[in-house]
């Protein structure tokens, strides 16, 4: 897991799903041409520059993930999250996202709506508090922005 940020810094999870860590070599039509190390990378700096504590994850195991989201219940304060396929299989994983207290954005680098029909339903959708679907990987870095967003300190007297 790779990680950066400030010392107090809001911590945030990247997580990936299955495949996931082939960006940039699996079907780059459609998925586009950033490789995943190039990518965490990118997240890593962007929170910094936002003032949160990225650690990045990747599993192709189901299991892992669920493990990885419930030890984040001790420590992040917001989830980014890519399910991959599990996002359309996995009631196990939507039930590890609905236990977290933590704001999750999932993240879709295809436009998944346009895809295969079996790909238009995500068991994670429900217990997200928003989904950005097809705007290649720069969905994460809105993912990003949106939880620096919700975790900002409120101005005081508002």
């Known amino acids: 897991m790779s990680a950066a940020g400030g010392a107090g810094a809001p911590a945030v999870l990247v997580l990936n799903g299955p495949n996931l860590n082939l960006l940039g070599v699996r079907e780059p039509h459609i998925y586009g041409v950033t490789p995943y190390e190039g990518l965490t ?7 910094a520059a936002l003032g949160l504590e990225v650690r990045c994850a990747q599993s192709n195991h189901e299991g892992a993930l669920i493990d990885l989201l419930q030890e984040a219940r001790g420590w992040a304060r917001g989830v980014v999250l890519n399910p991959g396929g599990y996002a359309h299989t996995s009631v196990a994983l939507r039930d590890a996202v609905a236990a977290l207290d933590a704001p999750v954005v999932e993240v879709h680098v295809s436009n998944v709506a346009r895809r295969e029909p079996f790909r238009h339903h995500s068991y994670i959708t429900p217990v997200a508090v928003g989904v950005i679907s097809g705007l290649g990987v720069e969905g ?4 990003l922005r949106a939880l620096a967003a919700r975790l ?6 508002a």
């Open 41 to 47: 990378a990118s997240l890593v700096a962007l929170g």
């Open 140 to 143: 994460y870095a809105l993912a």
């Open 152 to 157: 900002a300190p409120s101005p005081q007297g």
